[in-house]
Nanobody, 120 residues
């Protein structure tokens, strides 16, 4: 059984930084996509950043490019999201994801979410 557990969320002032981490258990796919989605109140869920475990190729939403960095440690079965220069609009519930069939755009496993709140 796959389990994803996020940590690192919290409250921060605009311009600050946070680091989210995801620890996966029972997830053994070494080439699949893993990453982060987010959902703000009243908005659709958004793909924030993803990385292919096999190649390290990363994707970033335009809204976070240059500010967020995704990284992975396959030996520890973890991945992280370093969030710098946070903006009010980054406030959302952030979810760790891991693809079932390679792509993060299809079926995937989800963590329970961790709240990020950015204030002025």
């Amino acid at each position: 059984q796959v389990q994803l557990v996020e940590s690192g969320g919290g409250s921060v002032q605009a311009g600050g930084s946070l680091r989210l981490s995801c620890v996966a258990s029972g997830y053994t796919y070494s080439r699949n996509c893993v990453g982060w989605f987010r959902q703000a109140p009243g908005k659709e869920r958004e793909k924030v950043a993803t990385i292919l475990r096999g190649t390290g190729s990363a994707y970033y939403a335009d809204s976070v490019k240059g500010r967020f960095t995704i990284s992975q440690d396959n030996a520890k079965n973890t991945w992280s999201l370093q969030m710098n220069s946070l903006k009010l609009e980054d406030t959302a519930m952030y979810y760790c994801v891991a693809a079932r069939y390679f792509s993060c755009d299809t079926d995937k496993y989800w963590g329970q979410g961790t709240q990020v709140t950015v204030s002025s």
